[in-house]
């Protein structure tokens, strides 16, 4: 069955670290993957997607993600965090074949120390 | 200039009770979902329409029913409200059914006391 699993449920980072969040996902065919940020209150933001091409793909406020298709990975990196970061962040998997509907990992909550 | 409204922002009632939560998109676009992230945040598709003919219908309790009056409208509206229903709604839409890219609402948190 098709799934999506972000292992870490937190994560503390100080202000200016590098981040990495981890996702991996269970698809039987090609994954459109998906990264959102959802903010306190807030709905959900797209911050990048990969479909083909390049499996380095670079997204909005400076966050990037790597495809890895030998480990069924689709982390989410940032060079340097700003407190502006903290947040719940998803990773997401798109059914192409089940008219869309985007399959969501758990969630990991990002904490930024000042 | 809101893409995917949502309304009401925050909705509190009492089991047994009748609600609607209205979604609107100015987008232009053909796809509309609605989302359940419960207390754990952990979302779950419900319901999507195209050009407001229903596509999905995840397993969800038929109290919950989907109406699209026209294709930048999804209205959820639920039947007896339960505890359990307690959750923040998402509405969200994506240009077409094979475009992927789907943008979402503020939310609706719904409390069933």
């Known amino acids: 069955a098709q799934s999506v699993t972000q292992p870490d449920i937190h994560i503390t980072v100080s202000e200016g670290a590098s981040l990495e969040l981890r996702c991996n996902y269970s698809?039987?065919?090609?994954?459109?993957l998906f990264w959102y940020v959802q903010s306190p209150g807030q709905g959900l933001q797209l911050l990048l997607k990969?479909?083909?091409?390049?499996?380095l793909v670079q997204g909005i406020k400076g966050f990037e993600a790597e495809f890895k298709r030998s480990q069924s990975s689709f982390n989410l990196r940032k060079p340097s965090v700003h407190w502006s970061d903290a947040a719940e962040y998803f990773c997401?998997?798109?059914?192409?074949?089940?008219?869309?509907?985007?399959?969501f990992g758990q969630g990991t909550e990002l904490s930024v120390k000042p | 200039d809101t893409a995917v409204s949502q309304t009401p922002k925050y909705l509190v009632t009492q089991m047994g009770n009748d609600k609607s939560i209205k979604c609107e998109q100015n987008?232009?676009?053909?796809?509309m979902y609605w989302y359940k992230q419960d207390s754990k945040k952990f979302l779950k598709i419900m319901f999507s329409?195209?050009?407001?003919?229903?596509?999905i219908n995840e397993t969800v309790p038929n109290r919950f029913s989907p109406k699209s009056p026209d294709k930048a409208h999804l209205n959820l509206h639920i039947n007896s409200l339960e505890l359990g229903d307690s959750a923040v709604y998402f509405c969200?839409?994506?240009?077409?059914?094979?475009?992927?890219?789907?943008?979402f609402g503020p939310g609706t948190r719904l409390t069933v006391t």
């Open positions: 969200a839409s994506s240009p077409s059914v094979s475009s992927y890219e789907q943008y």
């Open positions: 329409y195209n050009n407001k003919e229903l596509i």
């Open positions: 987008l232009g676009h053909d796809t």
């Open positions: 698809y039987g065919a090609t994954p459109y």
């Open positions: 997401a998997v798109v059914l192409y074949n089940q008219g869309g509907k985007l399959i």
């Open positions: 990969y479909f083909s091409g390049d499996t």
